[in-house]
T-cell receptor, first 115, second 117 residues
Framework: GENVEQHPSTLSVQEGDSAVIKCTYS??????FPWYKQELGKGPQLIID?????GEKKDQRIAVTLNKTAKHFSLHITETQPEDSAVYFC??????????????FGKGTLLTVNP | NAGVTQTPKFRILKIGQSMTLQCTQD?????MYWYRQDPGMGLKLIYY???????DKGEVPNGYNVSRSTTEDFPLRLELAAPSQTSVYFC????????????????FGPGTRLLVL
C-alpha cells in the first residue's frame, strides 16, 4: 500500500517568515495530494490540493509543489501569521485497481508561528 | 448546515465495556469514513462506506464494527474496549460521483476523545 512520510514533525517560525513542509510518497500511481490543517480541538480541514498533471498550485499565501519523478510534494506558507499555527497533514490517494480509492495521511507537522 | 457532527465529545470506558460513537452528516454525502488519530501518528482509516448499506474495512478495522442504514448516519461500534483503543476518533464525509476516484474533499467532524482504562 501507499506510504507517506512527512517532515519536519515540528516547525517554529517567526511571524512574517516562510514555512515549508515536505512529504514523500511510495506509490508511483498516486495522483492526488491534498493538505489538511487541524487547529487545536477541531477536525482537519482541506486547505489546498494538487493533482499529478500539475506541478504547482497557489492560493494566496499558500502553495503546493509536486515532483512526480522524485515522488515528493511540499507545502509553502509565506508571510506566516499566528493564526497559521496548527498541525498540517499531507496525504496521497491510494488503492484503485478494482478497490475504492483511499487517502493515506502523513504523521503531521506542528507549525508554531511566534509573534 | 451543521456539517459533520459527532457525539459524544469525550468518553471514559473501562476495559471490556462497549460503546457506539455517533456520526451524522447533513450534506447528503454518499461517502463516509472513520479515522483514529493517535499522538504523532497521523490519521488511520478504520472503516468507510460508499453508500447506505455498503461498508468496507480500512487500514485498522480490528476491534470495531460499523453500519450504514441511512445516508446521514455512520455509527462506529466498539464491542470490547481495550487500552489500545484510546485515541481521538474522527468521522468524515465526502461526495463522490465515482469519476473523481477519491479526489474529493473530505469534511471532518470535531472528533470524539476516547480513554479506555
Amino acid at each position: 500500500g501507499e506510504n507517506v512520510e512527512q517532515h519536519p514533525s515540528t516547525l517554529s517560525v517567526q511571524e512574517g517568515d516562510s514555512a515549508v513542509i515536505k512529504c514523500t510518497y511510495s506509490d508511483s500511481a498516486s495522483n492526488y495530494f491534498p493538505w489538511y490543517k487541524q487547529e487545536l480541538g477541531k477536525g482537519p480541514q482541506l486547505i489546498i490540493d494538487i493533482r499529478s498533471n500539475v506541478g504547482e498550485k497557489k492560493d494566496q499565501r499558500i502553495a503546493v509543489t509536486l515532483n512526480k519523478t522524485a515522488k515528493h510534494f511540499s507545502l509553502h506558507i509565506t508571510e506566516t501569521q499566528p493564526e497559521d499555527s496548527a498541525v498540517y497533514f499531507c496525504a496521497a490517494i491510494s488503492g484503485g485497481g478494482g478497490s475504492n480509492y483511499k487517502l493515506t495521511f502523513g504523521k503531521g507537522t506542528l507549525l508554531t508561528v511566534n509573534p | 448546515n451543521a456539517g459533520v457532527t459527532q457525539t459524544p465529545k469525550f468518553r471514559i470506558l473501562k476495559i471490556g465495556q462497549s460503546m457506539t460513537l455517533q456520526c451524522t452528516q447533513d450534506m447528503n454525502h454518499n461517502y463516509m469514513y472513520w479515522y483514529r488519530q493517535d499522538p504523532g501518528m497521523g490519521l488511520k482509516l478504520i472503516y468507510y462506506s460508499v453508500g447506505a448499506g455498503i461498508t468496507d474495512k480500512g487500514e485498522v478495522p480490528n476491534g470495531y464494527n460499523v453500519s450504514r442504514s441511512t445516508t446521514e448516519d455512520f455509527p462506529l461500534r466498539l464491542e470490547l474496549a481495550a487500552p489500545s483503543q484510546t485515541s481521538v476518533y474522527f468521522c468524515a464525509s465526502s461526495w463522490s460521483s465515482g469519476r473523481a476516484r477519491g479526489q474529493e474533499t473530505q469534511y471532518f467532524g470535531p472528533g470524539t476523545r476516547l480513554l479506555v482504562l
